[in-house]
């Protein structure tokens, strides 16, 4: 179990990458090549989730990680949510699994959630609007969300524009409209019990997603996916003011390491007294470990 007293940051934005069974040649390579140039990443190919465990271990981050199951838009196998959760409880002083359902897959998806909270622990699911293909507020979804709501775990959804696919031919197909924040304000309002994080600074819809996490009390802002040095202005204001219970710190890795965030962290205008929050008090709050 995680203790508090141990780490100094709780990331609430990992990615498990790289299954351990049999990897076949679906296109993925050449997606995650591209991405981790545009994120000028620190290594030549995916970490493994036990990787990433030992990295968190000895840097004193724990961190919320999981997949993303986009198999039917972007025909990329997806990592199995049981694999990933039973890794992650291998570590589970540093690790806390997330699992990731396409809605689109309606009723199988619906009891393979409630399998994955009654049977392996997870405490939240990961949407990728733009990656998995829907709006977040369609109607189609909502026996998903009232799942999740049910048993008190938390929605993750992207926001705003994504690295994936970005520069690639026709952005490989990923259409940035899904992510836009404010279909999160619907969810919000029609589950209005379920935590809802909006994962990273929502270019170009950053006064959108303030809006939202500023009107609803259930939604929240990670701040993962961008070095901090190119947080916009208003976000830092924010940050620093009415939303400083209710922002997060999220790295996006393996794309950017949380070292990195946390070193340009501290050279940006975020008032002492409230980074201690941000860095791990609100999430130990939302996650239940405080």
């Not at 205008?269 to 709050?285: M, S």
């Given at each position: 179990?995680?203790?508090?007293?141990?780490?100094?940051?709780?990331?609430i934005?990992t990615?498990?990458?790289?299954?351990?069974?049999?990897?076949?040649?679906?296109?993925?390579?050449?997606?995650?090549?591209?991405?981790?140039?545009?994120?000028?990443?620190p290594?030549s190919?995916?970490?493994?989730?036990?990787?990433t465990?030992?990295?968190?271990?000895?840097?004193?981050?724990?961190?919320?990680?999981?997949?993303?199951d986009a198999e039917?838009?972007?025909g990329?196998?997806?990592y199995?949510?049981?694999?990933?959760?039973e890794?992650?409880?291998?570590?589970?002083?540093?690790?806390?699994?997330f699992?990731?359902?396409?809605?689109?897959?309606?009723?199988a998806?619906l009891?393979?959630a409630?399998?994955?909270?009654?049977?392996?622990?997870?405490?939240?699911?990961?949407f990728?609007?733009?990656?998995?293909?829907?709006?977040?507020?369609?109607?189609?979804?909502?026996?998903?969300?009232e799942?999740?709501?049910?048993?008190?775990a938390i929605?993750?959804?992207?926001?705003g524009?994504?690295?994936v696919g970005?520069?690639?031919?026709?952005g490989?197909g990923?259409?940035l409209?899904?992510?836009?924040?404010?279909?999160?304000?619907?969810?919000?309002?029609?589950?209005?019990?379920?935590?809802?994080?909006?994962?990273?600074?929502?270019f170009?819809w950053?006064?959108?997603?303030?809006?939202?996490?500023?009107?609803?009390?259930?939604?929240?802002?990670?701040?993962?996916?961008?070095?901090?040095?190119?947080?916009?202005?208003?976000?830092?204001?924010y940050?620093?003011s009415?939303l400083k219970?209710?922002?997060l710190?999220?790295?996006?890795?393996?794309?950017i390491?949380p070292?990195?965030?946390l070193?340009?962290?501290e050279?940006i205008?975020?008032?002492?007294?409230?980074?201690?929050?941000?860095?791990?008090?609100?999430?130990?709050?939302l996650?239940?470990?405080s």
């Open positions: 179990m995680i203790d508090l007293d141990k780490i100094r940051a709780i990331d934005h990615h498990a990458e790289e299954p351990c069974g049999s990897h076949p040649d679906d296109g993925y390579d050449a997606l995650q090549a591209t991405m981790a140039q545009y994120f000028r990443a290594w190919h995916p970490p493994t989730v036990p990787e465990a030992e990295h968190y271990r000895a840097q004193g981050i724990a961190a919320v990680i999981f997949p993303v039917r838009e972007t990329y196998r997806r199995a949510n049981e694999e990933v959760a890794i992650a409880a291998e570590y589970d002083d540093v690790l806390i699994p699992a990731s359902i396409d809605p689109w897959k309606g009723k998806g009891r393979e409630r399998r994955l909270i009654e049977n392996f622990g997870i405490r939240g699911f990961k990728h609007p733009t990656m998995q293909g829907f709006y977040p507020n369609d109607r189609m979804a909502f026996p998903l969300y799942a999740i709501a049910e048993a008190g929605a993750l959804f992207h926001t524009q994504t690295g970005s520069g690639m031919r026709g490989n990923m259409r409209k899904y992510s836009n924040p404010m279909h999160l304000d619907d969810v919000a309002v029609d589950f209005p019990e379920m935590t809802i994080i909006a994962a990273h600074p929502s170009p950053q006064e959108e997603a303030l809006a939202v996490a500023q009107h609803k009390p259930n939604v929240y802002i990670d701040l993962s996916g961008w070095s901090p040095r190119y947080f916009p202005d208003i976000l830092v204001r940050c620093n009415i219970k209710k922002v710190f999220g790295s996006d890795w393996p794309m390491t070292e990195r965030w070193a340009d962290f050279k205008a975020i008032k002492d007294e409230i980074r201690p929050d941000i860095l791990k008090g609100n999430a130990a709050r996650l239940g470990l």
